[in-house]
């Protein structure tokens, strides 16, 4: 498998509308939480056509060729494992997914932007331990200002998430569609009602 496999993702909506199939690490594992790991059914059918996936589980849909019939994967395994990366890339997405898409100042969800903590006016580097998630309003509040000034504080401090905590927050945050086929390796350690 090569090493660029992560960014092979296809990633286009319209494609995922129409029988997804979740994507497992060869350990199965989700290979990401959120966004959820998906594949469009052509690239799950390829993928197992060149066996580089085992298909777990399956729609009722099936697609033919002149030749062949197949029922549409719904859940995959990689054959090979892939390695989770160990550094957590600073973007918008990762800074919104670690602090749970709330404003860390008073904590509304919605209409996110992010703020510097010490302001760059004032020295403030664009950082993880200085880099927040905030609300258009608190935003404007704090503009320039210190958090002492601005008689503001912080919900939780800004550090930097491991690519384990990312992937546990992001398991918060499930998408709007899960096929019943893949609940079973979504929350496969989760605990059990007694």
């Not at 990689?78 to 749970?100: S, Y």
């Not at 608190?138 to 998430?161: D, E, F, T, V, Y």
């Amino acid at each position: 498998m090569d090493g660029n496999f992560r960014t092979q993702f296809v990633r286009e909506p319209n494609n995922l509308k129409h029988y997804p199939a979740l994507v497992l690490n060869a350990d199965y594992r989700p290979l990401s939480y959120y966004p959820l790991s998906l594949w469009p059914w052509q690239e799950a059918i390829k993928a197992a056509w060149l066996e580089r996936v085992d298909i777990v589980a399956e729609y009722d849909e099936v697609v033919r060729s002149p030749s062949t019939e197949i029922r549409i994967p719904s859940v995959v395994v990689l054959k090979d494992f892939v390695r989770p990366q160990k550094r957590v890339a600073f973007t918008r997405f990762n800074l919104f997914l670690r602090d749970e898409f709330r404003c860390q100042y008073c904590g509304t969800t919605g209409d996110l932007t992010f703020d510097h903590v010490v302001p760059r006016a004032r020295g403030g580097i664009t950082s993880w331990e200085n880099v927040v998630a905030a609300c258009s309003c608190c935003n404007l509040r704090k503009g320039s200002k210190s958090l002492r000034q601005a008689k503001m504080s912080l919900i939780k401090p800004p550090r930097r998430p491991s690519s384990e905590e990312l992937r546990n927050t992001g398991r918060k945050f499930p998408p709007n569609h899960l096929h019943k086929s893949w609940l079973d390796f979504l929350y496969w350690d989760a605990e059990l009602d007694a």
